[in-house]
């Protein structure tokens, strides 16, 4: 059956008594790329972390590739996010947490250009210090060169562009928009409309995901 990648109908989130989220409608079909953009504190990460199955919702219903989110094996082989901030393994190196990335998705390093990774991603010089020790932007690069390391057919990124550098920014639009042009699906939020339309990604206002109008 046919479906698309992400479902979304009547999403309702309030924290304590405040709602930020009031029957939002989302849809993103397969092959397809979405920014959804929108003021600070808007709930951007909040509809994020809930198709990403890492918050439940007061109301409403979503579907990742006709699925509820996040309750099967094959949920989390084909869905990256990076909502959460990254946990790292205590005492492994850049390189072993990568190493670890492709052996648990059945890949040898090798096979799945590690090197040339880390290399692109302005990383390999820093791939044997551990990634606390790294700078913020580089903690950003070493996240998105692990996502993007595995097999996966959606991301599901919030701000990927923060704390990159102009040149970081560019090269991974450049890779976003290699993702959707290999099939994969997008969704992410941003603050950077530039890179967004460098990504391929189609602009989506939160305020309009609202079926009637902000809470
Ligand atoms: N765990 C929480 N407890 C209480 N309030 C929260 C919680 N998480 C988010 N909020 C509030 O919900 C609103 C939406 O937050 P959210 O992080 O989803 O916004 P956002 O659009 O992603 O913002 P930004 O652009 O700053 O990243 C904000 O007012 C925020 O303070």
């Known amino acids: 059956m046919d479906h698309s990648a992400i479902e979304v ?3 309702s989130v309030s924290y304590g008594s405040t709602p930020v989220l009031v029957d939002v409608q989302l849809t993103v079909p397969v092959g397809a790329g979405v920014c959804v953009t929108g003021e600070n504190g808007i709930g951007k990460s909040t509809l994020l972390r809930c198709i990403s199955s890492l918050q ?3 109301a409403g219903e979503i579907e990742v590739f006709g699925g509820p989110p996040g309750s099967t094996p094959e949920f989390w082989r084909a869905v990256v996010t990076t909502v959460e901030p990254p946990t790292w393994y205590p005492g492994l190196t850049a390189r072993e947490h990568a190493e670890l990335v492709c052996r648990a998705h059945g890949l040898s390093p090798e096979d799945a250009g590690l090197d040339e990774s880390l290399e692109r991603f302005g990383i390999a010089s820093h ?3 551990i990634p606390p020790s790294l700078s913020s932007g580089q903690k950003q690069r070493l996240t998105l060169a692990l996502a993007l390391l595995r097999p996966s057919k ?3 990124l919030d701000e990927p562009e923060q704390r990159l550098d102009p040149d970081g920014r560019a090269m991974v639009a450049g890779l976003l928009s290699d993702y959707l042009a290999g099939g994969g699906t997008v969704l992410m939020a941003s603050h950077d409309d530039t890179f967004a339309a460098a990504a ?3 602009l989506v206002s939160m305020a309009d995901l609202h079926a009637a109008g902000l809470p």
């Open 9 to 11: 109908r009547d999403l």
């Open 56 to 58: 439940k919702a007061d």
């Open 127 to 129: 791939a044997d210090a």
């Open 154 to 156: 959606l991301l599901i």
């Open 200 to 202: 391929g990604t189609g």
